[in-house]
């Protein structure tokens, strides 16, 4: 008898505050997934039970257990989105396509014992040499970071390509010369249009009076929620350009986002991209509640998965 | 190295950076500061640390040999920290639940042993819930290592009254503004425990502690109701997790509630204020009430699952 397995090993990231991985000891591991939480959210709270349901729900959805969570962890709230977004790309540089070698925080000088040594050799094991499928997932506000994030890339994508002289790319040449617009893109209530203000208020104070009273007394300094809510161009060319893009590229997957929506949904505006998959609903949660899977509600897990999954069986 | 002990090597690993490190540096910058409120919060976070290695160890969720050579070079340091406790009549020895204090006696009067105590119910099929207890054990140390939630956990838990009096944003009859915009900073920044325990870092410590008391509840409510965990078992790992980080948030001892729920009235005054003056466009008439009463009915619920001490296996 060897005792419980436990399936993924919880590892905080150096020069990441806050955020964290979930590794998979599995050999061989091709997929990464990312998760960017919202507005005032954070890296646990926000995913809360995501950490466990891969785990403990593994004989049902056995595609996780084939990849490395990382939960990223950033201000949410005195941080504009552009400035988000900058920060989010140092991140991914850190995991995607290529893992960083020391990513994993181990540092344990000066403790006793031997088994430093082991521990060292098992995590020395835990990343890949290089990453295939990137899933980049986000909620809320995470979800505009992510767009603006790719439209970024893609970008300087173009550019390196025009100064190549490459002026009639074609999708792969995009995906070759920037990874990560080979992502799947799935966002669960993604604020990509705007805050519905009056409906944020009003859901909140039925439900968790000490959010409205923060987010009333935050808003002054609400720097990610003024770039939603006022009337700079942000959202508008973030949607322009992705869009055009997308109609010109539409193999560039990380263009077309998966989009889940809450049917209760009173916090952001509720639509998507021209290009976006088609809408997907769920019904009798709230906008916290539809990134958040339980024993019950398992359709965040579904959504995250489904995409990689047909992808892989159809290969 | 078989998989599954490497699993436990890294998770013993993550302890010791996360908690155990941490409230090892803490009690030494303590002992070098000098202050009874900073000690006992100290001593405390390092005592959980040892409860935290005791119930890793239950669970199979930290290698033994590891954890066993461990426990014997530091249980000197552990000593200290239970002798603080010891020593000391005043109220803090209570802020630990019987069941802890008595494992603590056992453990380090009775024998030299780990696992001498016998009152612990013990789980039915420990290993379902190891993803849980990891998930649980993230959540915790989340809140352990927060700043402001330290600040918070001494000031209602250790403060004498005096001191506390000297925190307290009145000023005679008469209240002080509370400054909004330190206590949003402090909520934002991050750190070590501080020198300085200043006002906004007590109140950004108290939305901290009702964030954490939320996601909790959450979880457990969620994990009672999950199908594939045996409902005992889901029940005894609250317990089990409640018993070891409740003295940080335990409103059954001294002043801790009453403090607890002033920091709520005057909190609530002022954002209804500012509210007010900022003419927020509301579907409510806010009333400072409001928040008071939503922290007590937060309490109560934190506190019904309050940790019972055990006597029996089971």
Redesign the interface.
């Known amino acids: 008898m060897?005792?419980?397995?436990?399936?993924?090993?919880?590892?905080?990231l150096d020069g990441h505050?806050g955020s964290?991985a979930l590794l998979s000891?599995k050999p061989h591991k091709e997929t990464a997934i990312v998760f960017v939480h919202g507005y005032g959210g954070?890296s646990?709270?926000t995913w809360?039970?995501f950490?466990?349901l891969i785990?403990?729900?593994a004989d049902e959805y056995p595609w996780y257990s084939g990849c490395d969570l990382f939960f990223y962890k950033y201000?949410g709230?005195?941080s504009h989105i552009p400035a988000s977004a900058d920060s989010f790309l140092a991140f991914i540089r850190d995991i995607f396509p290529i893992p960083r070698r020391d990513l994993l925080?181990?540092?344990?000088q000066d403790?006793?014992?031997?088994?430093?040594s082991?521990?060292y050799?098992?995590?020395r094991?835990?990343l890949p040499n290089q990453y295939k499928h990137l899933v980049l997932v986000g909620h809320s506000i995470g979800g505009v970071v992510l767009r603006m994030a790719i439209w970024t890339v893609l970008r300087n994508a173009h550019q390196i390509l025009i100064d190549e002289g490459v002026h009639n790319c074609d999708d792969s040449e995009f995906i070759k010369v920037e990874p990560l617009l080979g992502s799947d893109l799935c966002l669960f209530a993604p604020a990509n249009l705007g805050v519905n203000?009056?409906g944020l208020?009003?859901v909140i104070?039925n439900t968790?009076?000490?959010g409205?009273?923060?987010i009333?007394?935050?808003?002054?300094?609400q720097a990610a929620y003024s770039d939603l809510s006022s009337d700079l161009p942000i959202l508008d060319d973030v949607r322009k350009y992705t869009e055009e893009y997308s109609e010109r590229f539409p193999s560039v997957l990380a263009l077309r986002a998966r989009v889940l929506w809450a049917t209760t949904e009173k916090v952001v505006v509720m639509w998507q991209y021209k290009w976006d998959g088609p809408v997907e609903y769920c019904k009798d949660v709230t906008h916290t509640e539809v990134c958040k899977p339980?024993?019950?509600f398992r359709r965040p897990l579904e959504f995250v998965s489904y995409a990689q999954q047909r992808r892989a069986q159809a290969s | 190295m078989h998989s599954n002990e490497g699993h436990k090597q890294a998770n013993f690993l993550k302890f010791l950076r996360s908690y155990f490190a941490p409230a090892k540096r803490a009690v030494e910058a303590a002992n070098k500061l000098g202050s009874k409120d900073t000690s006992s919060q100290a001593h405390g976070s390092f005592l959980e640390s040892f409860w935290w290695l005791y119930l890793g160890l239950e669970m199979e969720y930290f290698p033994a040999s590891a954890g066993i050579l461990f426990w014997s070079e530091t249980r000197k340091d552990f000593l200290r920290s239970f002798n603080y406790f010891a020593k000391r009549k005043y109220r803090t020895v209570s802020a630990f639940t019987d069941s802890l204090w008595l494992r603590l006696q056992s453990t380090f009067k009775v024998s030299n042993n780990l696992f001498t105590f016998d009152g612990d119910m013990h789980f039915l099929d420990g290993s379902a819930l190891i993803s849980q207890f990891q998930t649980i054990f993230m959540i915790e140390c989340h809140f352990a290592r927060d700043c402001n939630a330290q600040i918070l956990s001494s000031v209602i838990t250790f403060s004498s009254p005096r001191e506390w009096n000297k925190l307290r944003i009145r000023k005679g009859r008469k209240r002080r503004q509370i400054s909004l915009t330190a206590v949003r900073d402090a909520l934002i920044a991050n750190g070590e425990f501080p020198n300085r325990i200043g006002e906004e870092r007590v109140y950004a410590g108290f939305f901290r502690a009702l964030e954490h008391m939320m996601t909790y509840q959450y979880f457990f409510d969620s994990l009672r109701r999950n199908p594939t965990v045996q409902e005992r078992d889901a029940y005894l790992l609250e317990r089990r997790c409640k018993e070891v980080s409740n003295w940080r948030l335990n409103f059954y001892i001294g002043d801790a509630k009453e403090r607890f729920l002033e920091l709520a009235e005057d909190l609530g005054a002022e954002l209804v204020k500012e509210v007010k003056v900022q003419k927020f466009p509301l579907e409510y008439e806010p009333n400072s009430r409001d928040l008071t009463k939503y922290v007590e009915g937060l309490i109560d619920r934190w506190s019904n699952t309050q940790p019972l001490v055990l006597s029996a296996r089971g």
């Not at chain 1, 060897?2 to 905080?12: A, N, S, V, Y």
């Not at chain 1, 403790?111 to 430093?116: E, K, L, M, R």
């Not at chain 1, 009333?216 to 300094?221: E, G, S």
Request: proline share 8%; glycine share 4%.
């Open positions: 060897d005792g419980p397995t436990l399936k993924h090993d919880w590892i905080d505050r964290y000891p954070d646990i709270k809360l039970e950490q466990f785990d403990s729900l201000d709230i005195s925080d181990t540092d344990v403790f006793p014992g031997d088994f430093q082991a521990a050799e098992y995590y094991t835990l203000f009056t208020l009003g104070a968790r009076m000490i409205t009273l923060l009333n007394w935050l808003r002054p300094v339980t024993p019950e």
